[in-house]
Protein backbone atom coordinates (compact mmCIF):
# COMPACT_ATOMS: atom_id res chain seq x y z
CA UNK A 1 0.00 0.00 0.00
CA UNK A 2 1.25 3.26 -1.18
CA UNK A 3 1.12 5.86 1.53
CA UNK A 4 2.39 9.36 2.15
CA UNK A 5 4.68 8.29 4.53
CA UNK A 6 7.14 5.26 3.36
CA UNK A 7 7.21 2.94 6.18
CA UNK A 8 10.80 1.92 4.85
CA UNK A 9 11.80 5.93 5.83
CA UNK A 10 12.02 4.93 9.47
CA UNK A 11 14.95 2.57 8.94
CA UNK A 12 16.77 5.67 7.71
CA UNK A 13 16.24 7.95 10.70
CA UNK A 14 20.42 7.91 11.18
CA UNK A 15 21.06 9.24 7.49
CA UNK A 16 19.62 12.63 9.28
CA UNK A 17 22.64 13.44 10.11
CA UNK A 18 25.08 13.10 6.93
CA UNK A 19 24.87 16.53 6.18
CA UNK A 20 25.18 18.01 9.89
CA UNK A 21 27.19 15.26 11.68
CA UNK A 22 28.01 17.42 14.50
CA UNK A 23 24.46 18.52 15.58
CA UNK A 24 22.75 14.78 14.71
CA UNK A 25 25.71 13.61 17.35
CA UNK A 26 23.77 16.17 19.74
CA UNK A 27 20.59 15.00 19.31
CA UNK A 28 21.02 11.40 19.17
CA UNK A 29 23.34 11.90 22.42
CA UNK A 30 20.41 13.75 23.53
CA UNK A 31 17.65 11.16 22.36
CA UNK A 32 19.81 8.31 23.98
CA UNK A 33 20.20 10.19 27.46
CA UNK A 34 15.98 11.13 27.40
CA UNK A 35 14.92 7.42 27.10
CA UNK A 36 17.80 5.75 29.85
CA UNK A 37 16.59 4.41 33.06
CA UNK A 38 16.35 7.24 35.16
CA UNK A 39 13.18 8.33 37.67
CA UNK A 40 11.20 6.73 34.94
CA UNK A 41 11.58 3.28 33.78
CA UNK A 42 12.89 2.77 29.91
CA UNK A 43 9.23 0.96 29.91
CA UNK A 44 7.11 3.80 30.95
CA UNK A 45 9.12 6.62 28.67
CA UNK A 46 8.37 4.15 26.08
CA UNK A 47 4.14 4.59 26.74
CA UNK A 48 4.50 8.38 26.96
CA UNK A 49 6.23 8.49 23.69
CA UNK A 50 3.89 6.43 22.17
CA UNK A 51 1.18 8.41 23.76
CA UNK A 52 3.02 12.16 22.39
CA UNK A 53 3.59 10.10 18.94
CA UNK A 54 -0.35 9.64 18.71
CA UNK A 55 -0.79 13.82 19.89
CA UNK A 56 2.16 15.01 17.22
CA UNK A 57 0.74 12.30 15.14
CA UNK A 58 4.08 11.00 13.82
CA UNK A 59 3.20 7.98 12.25
CA UNK A 60 7.09 7.36 12.41
CA UNK A 61 7.55 7.44 15.94
CA UNK A 62 3.82 5.62 16.21
CA UNK A 63 5.65 2.43 14.64
CA UNK A 64 8.64 2.58 16.80
CA UNK A 65 7.45 2.96 19.99
CA UNK A 66 4.71 0.48 19.49
CA UNK A 67 7.29 -2.01 18.76
CA UNK A 68 9.49 -0.83 21.44
CA UNK A 69 6.27 -1.23 24.15
CA UNK A 70 5.63 -4.65 22.97
CA UNK A 71 9.43 -5.17 23.14
CA UNK A 72 9.14 -4.18 26.64
CA UNK A 73 6.27 -5.83 27.76
CA UNK A 74 3.50 -3.37 27.47
CA UNK A 75 -0.34 -4.74 26.61
CA UNK A 76 -2.01 -3.57 24.32
CA UNK A 77 -4.60 -2.49 26.54
CA UNK A 78 -2.06 -0.17 28.29
CA UNK A 79 -1.10 1.34 24.70
CA UNK A 80 -4.95 2.29 24.13
CA UNK A 81 -5.39 3.71 27.63
CA UNK A 82 -1.95 6.08 26.82
CA UNK A 83 -3.44 6.96 23.24
CA UNK A 84 -6.97 8.03 25.06
CA UNK A 85 -4.81 9.89 27.95
CA UNK A 86 -2.84 12.08 24.79
CA UNK A 87 -6.40 12.30 22.58
CA UNK A 88 -8.16 13.59 26.03
CA UNK A 89 -4.93 16.29 26.30
CA UNK A 90 -5.23 17.17 23.00
CA UNK A 91 -9.17 17.65 22.79
CA UNK A 92 -8.73 19.67 26.02
CA UNK A 93 -6.32 21.53 25.12
CA UNK A 94 -8.29 22.77 21.69
CA UNK A 95 -11.51 23.31 23.91
CA UNK A 96 -9.37 25.65 26.11
CA UNK A 97 -8.20 27.52 23.60
CA UNK A 98 -11.81 28.15 22.93
CA UNK A 99 -11.47 30.53 26.30
CA UNK A 100 -9.34 32.65 23.84
CA UNK A 101 -12.13 33.32 21.48
CA UNK A 102 -14.90 33.88 23.51
CA UNK A 103 -12.45 36.72 24.94
CA UNK A 104 -12.21 38.14 21.55
CA UNK A 105 -15.84 37.65 21.03
CA UNK A 106 -16.43 39.94 24.26
CA UNK A 107 -14.06 42.69 23.19
CA UNK A 108 -15.32 42.54 20.19
CA UNK A 109 -18.55 43.16 21.12
CA UNK A 110 -18.23 45.78 23.56
Known amino acids: METYYNPEDLAK???????APQLAEKFFDYYGAVFAE??????EKAL???AVAHAVQCPYCIDSYTNDCLNK??????MIEAVHVAAA???????VHGVQMKN?????EL
Request: avoid cysteine; charge should be neutral.
Open 13 to 19: FGTIGEE
Open 38 to 43: GALTAR
Open 48 to 50: IAL
Open 73 to 78: GVSEEQ
Open 89 to 95: IRGGATL
Open 104 to 108: IVKKL
